[in-house]
């Protein structure tokens, strides 16, 4: 059984450059989230995709990062022009249901490096 | 704005020893998660709190809901090293008042269990 995997597991960028995060979530799930998380600290949400629909993307940190999940299942999260402040880990979770009384499952993440 | 608090951040624990770590957080919510990090892991789900009142264990581990008090506790009894980790508290609720799984984590407990 698949778990939510998410690819590349690193990523090494030169401040400016573009880069592309992907995420698979787990099969069927409706509900999937994107995190941050700083060195040391606890995730913080990113944006919220129902099926193909954005419905929160609050916690999008400027308007250099965009995500999509086009047909509903994968999701890509893209960060423009990057900086070093963009430096973290970046988790993708999927729950079942928009219903949340079910866990969120949280995959292996993106540990980005802005140089 | 939501805020999740955790207290101790750092626990230094003798093997058999109990201890509490404490989740206090800011607005009403009756839907709160605890996590479970190891480093350069990603998160794994060890309870869903959905209810005030809520108790739940598993092993040495047992996490309760005080909805009204807004607080929610992990208490670890006899402690072994294979719990040293990091755990997160986190806590549900969109600021509009509708819940769909937007998580506000609190920073994190570091816990090292050591003979």
């Known amino acids: 059984g698949a778990g939510v995997s998410q690819s590349p597991r690193y990523k090494v960028a030169k401040r400016g450059q573009d880069v592309a995060l992907r995420c698979d979530p787990i099969?069927?799930?409706?509900?999937l989230f994107w995190y941050q998380q700083a060195l040391g600290q606890g995730p913080e949400f990113l944006t919220y995709?129902?099926?193909?629909?954005?419905?929160?993307k609050s916690g999008l940190p400027s308007d250099r990062f965009f995500a999509e999940r086009p047909e509903g299942s994968v999701s890509t999260l893209k960060i423009q022009r990057t900086q070093q402040e963009d430096s973290a880990v970046y988790l993708c979770?999927?729950?079942?249901?928009?219903?949340?009384?079910?866990?969120?499952?949280f995959g292996p993440g993106t540990r980005l490096t802005v140089l | 704005e939501l805020k999740v608090e955790q207290n101790p951040l750092f626990l230094s624990m003798q093997e058999g020893k109990n201890y509490t770590i404490y989740c206090n957080y800011s607005?009403?919510?009756?839907?709160l998660y605890w996590y479970r990090q190891d480093p350069g892991k990603s998160l794994e789900s060890l309870f869903v709190?959905?209810?005030?009142?809520a108790v739940k264990q598993e092993g040495r581990l047992m996490a309760s809901l005080d909805t009204k008090a807004r607080l929610s506790t992990l208490h670890i009894t006899a402690a072994v090293h294979d719990l040293s980790a990091t755990y997160f508290c986190?806590?549900?609720?969109?600021?509009?008042?509708?819940?769909?799984?937007?998580?506000?984590f609190g920073q994190g407990t570091i816990l090292t269990v050591h003979p």
């Open positions: 979770a999927s729950s079942p249901t928009r219903i949340t009384n079910n866990e969120q499952f």
């Open positions: 099969s069927g799930h409706v509900s």
């Open positions: 995709f129902q099926n193909e629909a954005q419905l929160d």
């Open positions: 607005t009403t919510s009756d839907r």
């Open positions: 709190l959905l209810s005030n009142g």
């Open positions: 986190a806590v549900d609720k969109n600021a509009g008042g509708t819940s769909y799984g937007k998580l506000t």
